[in-house]
């Protein structure tokens, strides 16, 4: 969805209720493993930003919850293991955000702080 949310919280206020759990998970997940990252609202949907450039983002579309890892090797690197989701470039696709392993997502977030490459 393309929100008009201020703010992050105002942003998970307006999402359905059968995803807000899962897009408060990933902010909790980004709170706790991006900790020199500053949140921001970008193009509509939260995002996580290092030195003024988001890295991380994620929103609630109209038939799946997205995250936006935005450095390819990254991506590349777990692509095997996110067999089951629609992967882009940078955009992984969860059609069922009640099943997000959360444990990936934290690898995917712990490898985009150690990440050297720049942003696509």
Do not use: W
């Amino acid at each position: 969805m393309q929100s008009k949310a201020s703010n992050v919280t105002s942003y998970l206020e307006e999402a359905s209720p059968e995803r807000r759990a899962a897009l408060q998970r990933l902010r909790q997940l980004c709170h706790e493993l991006l900790q020199e990252y500053e949140e921001c609202i970008e193009y509509g949907m939260p995002g996580y930003k290092r030195n003024g450039t988001v890295e991380v983002a994620f929103a609630s579309q109209k038939q799946y919850a997205s995250l936006y890892i935005l450095k390819e090797d990254v991506v590349n690197e777990y692509r095997a293991v996110l067999a089951g989701c629609d992967i882009g470039k940078g955009c992984i696709r969860f059609r069922h955000p009640d099943r997000i392993d959360f444990d990936v997502v934290g690898s995917l977030l712990r490898s985009t702080v150690e990440s050297q490459s720049a942003p696509c």
